[in-house]
């Protein structure tokens, strides 16, 4: 309401703004799943969901680099800000074109691993990692310092290209490659770039940090890296697992219904975006920051009740309107798809709050039942309903830990 108000009267906060940017991103984004399913058909989609995976997987590892440097941009300022923001640009593209030569050098196998048309959409892919990393850090730079204009731009720009030039591609020229979809994810890397401070990129090498900072800045790095990790492996490996297990046509039938479920997901990453730097500065003012916490888990639970409610009601309606008739056959899994990823997403505004707060236990929590997730998938994989059934024990399970954990340290403190 507060923010229908702001619209109405055009005095958008930058937080407010940069919401309604995410969820314009989010929905372009959907738009841009949703043509491609139906242009392709299913087995042809399937293909592309493997890419867009890829993207989703490259979007948390390099998450790592913007979360370090939005919480360190806060708590960083002049020239102690200026040494580690060039370290990090260093170190990111690094780790950037490490991983971009091993997507590269592997296509083939990553081919074969994933039973996809061809190996040269991972090649295309491989030239476009640095560029994300640059990207990312980028991104963390605007979301510590509270940039919310410049961070929306970028979030659009990578958004729109994508969009435009990868149906642009299809339509146009009546293209339906996997590589095409590829080039469209690579351009749109460099329009991401964009607004970008050239001046923060240092050929140099940075001043040494004070030891103090420097096991401070490694400490959230590992911390944030293994949580990212658990994060693939619950958001990305259910598709990778069911396209290894299952024909192209049931992985593209799945994937369809995957991108549905996680519409909770997608906009639960609007209110994580803003928990991280408000719970830094409510900390760094001894402030306390539970009041942040519960806003955002109350926003979330009442959005999740909506989706998980209309997917109960109109399954067979939403899969017609967004994928059409041949994807119809997932409709009965949709309700139960979308409670696993509303468990999830409620669960993740918790690791991410404990996370802004240097604490560990809940980034390990979510890191298990990541992993018991993969396994219950590996082992129990007879149908794509008992792959959403699995899903649904392990995220009830990852979020009745997480609670108690919430509940023990209030009760402690």
Known sequence: MQLLTAIKYRKLTPEQLFMVSVLAVNGGNYLYNLILGRLLGPTAFADAAVLITFLLVLSFVAMTFQLVTAKFSVLFENELFKNFIARVYQQAFAVGIGLGILIIAFASQLQALF??????????????????????????????????????????????????????????????????????????????????????????????????????????????????????????????????????????????????????????????????????????????????????????????????????????????????????????????????????????????YYLSLDKYVPVIISGVFGMLQMVLVIFFHDSLEQVVHMQIVAMLLLLVIQLSFFVFDSKKK
């Open 115 to 352: 039973n996809t048309s061809s190996s040269t959409m991972f090649i295309i892919f491989g030239c476009g990692v640095p560029l994300y990393f640059l990207m990312s850090v980028n991104r963390g730079a605007f979301q510590g310092k509270k940039a919310f204009k410049s961070l929306s731009i970028t979030y659009q720009g990578e958004m729109l290209s994508r969009l435009v030039i990868t149906l642009g591609l299809i339509l146009l020229l009546d293209i339906q490659s996997s590589a095409v979809i590829a080039i469209g994810i690579l351009l749109s890397f460099v329009f991401g770039l964009f607004p970008f401070k050239m001046k923060q990129i240092s050929f140099k090498k940075p001043a040494a940090l004070d030891a103090k900072y420097s096991k401070q800045i490694k400490n959230f790095f590992l911390l944030t890296a293994f949580y990212e990790l658990t994060q693939i492996i619950i958001n990305n490996s259910d598709i990778l697992l069911v396209k290894h297990y299952f024909e192209s046509y049931e992985a593209g039938l799945y994937a369809s219904l995957a991108l549905i479920g996680r519409i909770v997901y997608f906009i639960a990453w609007m209110f994580v975006m803003l928990l991280l730097p408000a719970v830094v500065e409510l900390k760094k003012e001894g402030k306390e920051t539970a009041s942040v916490l519960f806003k955002y888990v109350g926003y979330i639970a009442a959005i999740s009740i909506v989706i998980v409610f209309t997917c109960l009601a109109f399954p067979e309606l939403i899969i017609n309107i967004l994928f059409g008739e041949q994807y119809i056959a997932m409709a009965p899994l949709l309700w139960k798809y979308a409670i696993a990823t509303s468990m999830f997403a409620i669960s993740n505004i918790f690791a991410y």
